[in-house]
Each structure stands twice: as structure tokens, then as C-alpha cells.
């Protein structure tokens, strides 16, 4: 029997580039030293129309009902619907946001009941998937529900750089009355507890950023860093944590001074995302925090306009298999168990060489 972890993957919307990236990324065998890879969907419906190059070993997979019947070491796919989606790629329709639900909610399934050890989502789109069962604005939403955790947290990470936030998918004029002292306290003891025991930090240093623009100003421009911000970061350095700021969001970005921390809390959403992304848009990985299960997906969305020509990028989503196999095993020697991964992921940079073997050939 394998040791290594089994990875669900949930396909995504069939009409956005999940199917693709998922596809790429499983295409060299050598990934099977790592993990043993379990998508949610029927793989002749993923990925038959894809070009097939004629040089490399053909991706096949064990079709099966039930991930308690997967063979180890081996691509399998478990089957979640049994009719055939006629689907035009780019056009997100209702039958094609009910596989995503529904591959998420059979790979969360397993998940909780131990037939999987971690969990990569492909992208969906937050609005055609919703359901009368399914109300959440997005995975991590759903899976911090689903596993029953009071409260979660979405960290970006890359090789150089982790992005936490401490509000999500919220509108932006919500987000003053949502920023508590109760609520930014549980956040930043998640992105310790997370850093340490996922990442292997045993002293993590960490960055809060300001609200408003530059950190308020010393009240000029915003009350919020005197009155729930700095209060936080005071109780937290007192009980022995590296926590420091609030620092002004632009500068503290633009000047590079995030290397000097292990992570940064950005406030809201787009104040961590978009200079996340602009710094480490084609590795970075989206981690869920705060959850008894390993998850993972790329930093990316559904990305309709690319989908069909076979020009999209696997970067993002390949990093998110290799860190995944990375936490579950940090998370396993924290714990005291013998890791199911091997040995340390390969490195970004000899991933990006090694595993793209037969794709660049697709894509001229």
C-alpha cells in the first residue's frame, strides 16, 4: 500500500481553464513520486478534446466510483455525474457551474470521511455556482463551513512571500464595521498558529497593515488603526508574538519591506491580492488557514477568455499540488507522525523545468 497522500482535486467550472491546468499538471508521471492524484469529474469528459502529444506517455486514469477504490500511485478520477455536458468553452452555464458543485461538494465528502489527505480546487465562478444548497461566496467560505471550523483564514503564499487577509469576499464599504479588535485578534492567531505548524516557522515575524491610507495618518485620515489595529498588535507583542505595524499599505509593498517579515495581514481583499499578485502572480497558491484539513488552489480565477485554446498557464496550480504534499507533511511532523511525503517538494524553480516537458509544444 502507498504512503504517499492522496490529493482530491475538484475540477473547477468545466468551461473556465480548470480541466486544462489540471490536465498540464498531471501530465508527467514524476508527480506520482509525490502524491496520488484524485479528480472529481469523468475524465473522458475533461480531457479527451485536449491535443494529445504524440512523443509523451498518454495521460490515462483509473475511473472509479468511490475514492475508496483508488489505486495508489496512479491518476484516478472519481466519477461525480454520469451525463455528458455539451459545454462551449468560455460560456459559463448552470450545468456547467452544477459540476463544480458538485465535484467540490463529493471531494469535500471524502475529505471529511479520511478517504483523502488534502484538497486542490480548481477555480470556479462564484456566481454561476450558486445553489439553493450551495450559498457561499466562494471555497473558503464553504469549506470552513463544511468543516465545521469558527473561523478560517485565506493566505496567499509563494516561494518569497505569504499574503494573509483578515476580511474576504465582503463588499468594500462593509469592511470598517467588520474589522473588530475580536475579529483581527482570531486572525493573526491563525496566521501564527498556521505559520508554524504548517510552515515550519518556529518564530514567526508578522506584518499588519493599516486600514486607511498611510495607517490613518495618526488619525488624520481614520480612526481604525488607533482604535483596533495598534491595540491588537500591543496585546499580541505583550504575550511574547512577533507582530508589528500597522504599516501604510504602498510603501511597505513598494519598497520591498515585506522580506523582512514571514507573513503580512492585509485588512480587506484587494489590499493583499493585488499586490500579491503583481509580485507573484504565476506561482502563487491559495491556502486556506485555520482548517483541519489541508487545501489549496491557485491564485487565479476561471479565466473564460483563455479557455479553449490551450494557452493557459499550469504554473499557479501545479505549485498548489507540490504545496499541498509541502503542508501536508509539515503538518504531519508537527503533529509527531511519520510523513506520508517523502521528502520536501522539488523547488519552484526545477518544477518549472522539469514538469513542463510536452507543453510548450501545445502552446506554439
Given amino acids: 500500500m502507498s504512503t504517499l497522500p492522496r490529493l482530491g482535486i475538484s475540477v473547477g467550472d468545466l468551461a473556465g481553464i480548470g480541466p486544462e491546468i489540471i490536465y498540464k499538471t498531471l501530465l508527467d508521471s514524476r508527480l506520482l513520486k509525490y502524491c496520488t492524484p484524485v479528480v472529481y469529474g469523468t475524465a473522458t469528459v475533461l480531457f479527451d478534446d485536449f491535443p494529445a502529444d504524440q512523443q509523451a506517455t498518454p ?16 491518476p484516478n478520477a472519481v466519477t461525480c455525474w454520469d451525463e455528458d455536458y455539451t459545454l462551449t468553452p468560455g460560456q459559463p452555464t448552470a450545468a456547467s457551474g452544477r459540476a463544480a458543485r458538485e465535484s467540490l461538494l463529493a471531494a469535500a465528502r471524502d475529505l471529511k470521511a479520511g478517504l483523502l489527505d488534502g484538497l486542490v480546487t480548481a477555480p470556479i465562478s462564484k456566481e454561476n455556482t450558486q445553489s439553493d444548497e450551495f450559498r457561499y461566496p466562494g471555497h473558503t467560505e464553504f469549506l470552513t463551513s463544511f468543516f465545521d471550523a469558527p473561523e478560517s483564514l485565506m493566505l496567499l503564499a509563494s ?9 474576504g469576499h465582503i463588499a468594500l464599504k462593509d469592511v470598517p464595521a467588520r ?27 508578522v506584518a499588519v497593515l493599516g486600514l486607511n491610507p498611510h ?11 488607533a482604535e483596533v489595529v495598534t491595540p491588537v498588535i500591543e496585546q499580541l507583542l505583550s504575550e511574547g508574538h512577533l507582530v508589528f505595524g500597522p504599516f501604510p499599505a504602498d510603501g511597505y509593498f513598494g519598497t520591498g519591506q515585506f522580506r523582512s517579515f514571514d507573513a503580512t495581514l ?9 499586490p500579491f499578485k503583481t509580485i507573484a502572480f504565476e506561482r502563487g497558491v491559495n491556502f486556506t488557514a485555520g482548517l483541519s484539513v489541508i487545501r489549496t ?4 480565477g476561471t479565466a473564460y477568455g483563455l479557455a479553449g485554446q490551450f494557452k493557459a ?21 508537527y503533529a509527531g507522525l511519520k510523513p506520508l511525503v517523502p521528502g520536501p517538494a522539488p523547488e ?7 514538469f513542463r516537458f510536452g507543453i510548450d509544444s501545445f502552446q506554439k
Fill in 159 to 167: 516561494e518569497d512571500l505569504r499574503v494573509a487577509t483578515a476580511t
Fill in 313 to 333: 498557464d499550469e504554473t499557479s496550480f501545479r505549485e498548489a499540488v507540490y504545496m499541498a504534499c509541502d503542508l501536508i507533511r509539515q503538518r504531519q511532523k
Fill in 348 to 354: 519552484a524553480a526545477a518544477r518549472s523545468k522539469v
Fill in 266 to 274: 492585509a485588512l480587506y481583499h484587494d489590499q493583499g491580492l493585488i
Fill in 297 to 300: 488552489s491557485p491564485d487565479h
Fill in 179 to 205: 474589522l473588530t479588535k475580536e475579529l483581527l485578534t482570531t486572525k493573526l492567531r491563525i496566521l501564527l498558529k498556521s505559520l508554524k505548524n504548517d510552515f515550519g516557522i518556529d518564530k514567526p515575524r
Fill in 59 to 74: 495521460l490515462t486514469f483509473r475511473q472509479v466510483r468511490s475514492a475508496a477504490d483508488i489505486d495508489p500511485g496512479k
Fill in 215 to 225: 495607517a490613518g495618518e495618526n488619525g488624520l485620515l481614520g480612526s481604525e488603526e
